[in-house]
Nanobody, 124 residues
Framework: QLQLVESGGGLVQSGGSLRLSCAAS????????IGWFRQAPGKEREGVSC????????NYADSVKGRFTISRDNAKNTAYLQMNSLKPEDTAVYYC?????????????????WGQGTKVTVSS
């Protein structure tokens, strides 16, 4: 079966760090740009970051710029989101998704595969 599986979420104190992983099963990620999204309680899902197929091009939401870093290891068929200086406002379920383009489209509908999410809770 084709799926993405997120891991690495958990409870962390404000100012702490977490690294999320997104592993593909049943297909290879090397032809897909990878995005990270999050959905906080009571809010709609929002885009966090995206990385091109080669890893050479990235983008970030203003709310996480300078604190989060997206990366990928195509040999491991895995993408990552390093989250530093975490704030309570970062509390959300985080999802990874894959779109069949070299470079990231800003449209959420471009993503063909979605993971089930991993929960991140940042305490104050």
């Amino acid at each position: 079966q084709l799926q993405l599986v997120e891991s690495g979420g958990g409870l962390v104190q404000s100012g702490g760090s977490l690294r999320l992983s997104c592993a593909a099963s049943g297909f290879t990620l090397d032809n897909y740009a990878i995005g990270w999204f999050r959905q906080a309680p009571g809010k709609e899902r929002e885009g966090v970051s995206c990385v091109s197929t080669s890893g050479g091009s990235t983008n970030y939401a203003d709310s996480v710029k300078g604190r989060f870093t997206i990366s990928r290891d195509n040999a491991k068929n895995t993408a990552y989101l390093q989250m530093n200086s975490l704030k309570p406002e970062d509390t959300a379920v985080y999802y990874c998704a894959a779109q069949p383009h070299d470079y990231c489209s800003g449209y959420e509908k471009a993503y063909a595969y979605w993971g089930q999410g991993t929960k991140v809770t940042v305490s104050s």
